[in-house]
C-alpha cells in the first residue's frame, strides 16, 4: 500500500470510492455524484497537500483530507482532518490508521499544536477509531461530534 498526493485525475476515483464507503451512513453523506465532486474540488482547493490518496496494487481505496489552513472556532490555525474513508473491503487492513497517522505527521510538518475534526454523533466505529489514537470528545453541534488532539509528540 502506498500514499500520495491526490491529483485532479483522481476525482472519478474519489467519487466511486466515497459513494462506496459511505453506503451505510445515510445522516453523514453527500447523496449526488455533482456534490461529491464538488467536495473534492473544495477539498482540492483547501490544500492539496494534505490531500492524499491510499492505493493497493495502483488502485484507490481510500483517501484522507486533512487541511493546515484552518481556523477553528476559538480563532487558532488547527489541523483539520475533513475526510478519512477506506472501501470496505479494505477495512480492517491498517489503512486508515496510515491515512490518519499520515494527516497528523504532516499537521506536526506544518507546525500545527492541535488536530480536530468532525464525526457523526451515531457514526460508534469512527468515534471509536478516533479515540484509539488520542482524540477527545470536545464539544456537539447539530448531528456532529467535534474530536481534538494535541500534536506535541
Known amino acids: 500500500m502506498r500514499i500520495r498526493q491526490v491529483k ?5 476515483d474519489f467519487i466511486e470510492t466515497y459513494i462506496r464507503a459511505y453506503e451505510e451512513l445515510e445522516n453523514y453523506k453527500y447523496r449526488t455524484r455533482k456534490e461529491i465532486k464538488n467536495y473534492f474540488k473544495w477539498l482540492y482547493n483547501r490544500d492539496k497537500e494534505g490531500f492524499v490518496v491510499a492505493e493497493e496494487k495502483d488502485k484507490s481505496v481510500g483517501f484522507a483530507a486533512g487541511d493546515a489552513n484552518w481556523i ?7 489541523l483539520e482532518i475533513h475526510e478519512i ?9 491498517g489503512i486508515g490508521s496510515q491515512l490518519l497517522q499520515y494527516l497528523l505527521f504532516y499537521g506536526v ?3 500545527k499544536k492541535l488536530a ?3 464525526v457523526g454523533k ?5 468515534i471509536n477509531f478516533y479515540k484509539k489514537f488520542g482524540f477527545k470528545e470536545a464539544g456537539e453541534w447539530g448531528k456532529w461530534l467535534r ?5 506535541n509528540f
Open 8 to 12: 485532479l485525475s483522481d476525482i472519478n
Open 116 to 118: 480536530e475534526l468532525w
Open 122 to 126: 451515531t457514526n460508534y466505529k469512527a
Open 109 to 111: 510538518k506544518k507546525d
Open 147 to 151: 474530536m481534538i488532539k494535541s500534536l
Open 72 to 78: 477553528n472556532f476559538e480563532g487558532k490555525k488547527v
Open 85 to 93: 474513508f477506506v472501501l470496505p473491503e479494505f477495512r480492517k487492513k
